[in-house]
Each structure stands twice: as C-alpha cells, then as structure tokens.
C-alpha cells in the first residue's frame, strides 16, 4: 500500500511531469490535425455513400458498391498494420518516417473509412419524409444535402465525431510505439523499457482525463443542439 502511494506521488513530481508534459503536446497536435481531416474526408465519403446508395436521391449502385468495397477494405486493416504500411509513404511525403507529422498521414488512413461509415448512419437517420419534402418543392440535391440531411443529422454526427476523437487519441498512444512521440511513446519508453511506473501511471491519467473531457464536451454539445432542433 505504502509503495502504491509512493508510487501516486512521484507520478507528479517535477521530473515526471518535465518528461510527459512535451508528450501531452504532441499527442493534442496529432489528434487535433487528424480529427481536421478526418472530418473533411469522412463527411464527404458518408454523403457519396449515403447519395448514390440505390435508394438515395443520385443512385449509382455500382459506384456505390465499389466505394463501400474500398472503404471496408481499408477498415479490415488492423491499426498497427497500418500504420507500417504508411511509413515509407510517410518517409516519401514528409521526408521521416518518424514524429507527429509522419504518423498523422497513418492516423488519418485508419480513422477515416471508420468516420465515413459513422456518418453514414447519422445521415440514414434522418427521416426520408423529409427529403421527399424537398424534392416535392424542387430543391436539387445539394440543398437537399446541405439543407435537409447535414442540418438534421448534426447531433448525431457530433457524437460520432466524438467516437472518432476518441479512437484518434487510442491510435495515438499505438503509434508512440513506431516513433510517432506522444504520451504512447512516452509509456513505452519509460513506463515499459525503463520500468518507470510513475510516468506510465502519469501518461496514462493524462489520456483518462483527455478521453473523458472530450465525452463530456461531445455529449453537451450533441445535446444542446438536439435541443435547439427540438425547440425550432
């Protein structure tokens, strides 16, 4: 007990927090830049796959079919594997295959046939009443896009970003371990390679309290807008 206790306070002593606190940087700069453009592509390819389904209003069921083929392919990947696979195309477009910038191509790679698919099905949800209403009043398909489907699928979509940031942060930690930095780096090289359990502790307490701020944030977000729908 004495031990475990000891243990909670050098977790955050000066010397811990000098080795995390660089590392908590790295791992918000990858997350951040990769939710960026894992909701750029992410939206898009779950409007396509929503658009041009055989019930949607632009049906191309074979594009469609190829599309969703693609994007289930690259979500068989496991992340790890992914990530290795990205490296030399990191090496190439960076110039490292190593840091934050290299591995945020890898990131990217696994999150966002994931977040199309999430979106997707926020997008499916809204009610096809609806977008026949549009239709009925001669709307064309990207002011039904625009402003039927995004508009009422935006609280559902808010907590799939959510699920998305989470996963990021996840990922993160795993590609500390192919030198991406990050707190994943930073828990193996001290907390694994060096047997420094107060900097694992530390970098794992920092990820807990990230994860559940960014719950937290996502949640009242998502409410407040289902909400505000619900009064309109």
């Known amino acids: ?3 475990l206790v000891e243990t909670l306070k050098s977790s955050f002593s000066r010397e811990t927090l000098e080795i995390v606190s660089p590392a908590i940087l790295q791992t918000l700069y990858m997350t951040f830049v990769t939710i960026l453009f894992s909701i750029a592509f992410g939206i898009v390819l779950g409007i396509v796959l929503v658009v041009t389904d055989q019930d949607g209003i632009f049906p191309l069921p074979r594009f469609h079919k190829v599309l969703g083929t693609i ?3 690259f979500r068989s990947f496991p992340s790890m ?8 195309l990191s090496r190439y477009i960076v110039g490292k295959s190593y840091g934050p910038e290299a591995c945020i191509l890898a990131l990217v790679l696994v999150v966002v046939p994931m977040l199309s698919r999430l979106v997707e099905s926020s997008l499916r949800e809204v009610s096809k009443g609806k977008i026949e209403a549009a239709l009925s009043m001669g709307s064309g398909n990207f002011l039904i896009v625009f402003s039927v489907l995004i508009p009422e699928a935006l609280p559902s979509l808010i907590r799939n970003f959510t699920i998305a940031f989470i996963a990021i942060i996840s990922t993160t930690a795993l590609a500390g ?5 990050g707190l994943g780096d930073i828990a193996v090289r001290y907390g694994y390679d060096r047997f420094q359990t107060d900097v694992l ?6 990820l807990i309290v990230i994860v559940q701020a960014v719950q937290l944030f996502g949640d009242l977000f998502s409410k407040h807008l289902q909400h505000k729908w619900f009064l309109v």
């Open 1 to 3: 007990m004495n031990g």
């Open 71 to 73: 994007i289930n392919i």
């Open 81 to 88: 594997i992914l990530i290795i696979l990205t490296l030399p």
């Open 177 to 181: 371990s192919f030198g991406a930095g």
């Open 201 to 206: 502790i530390t970098a794992v307490l920092v």
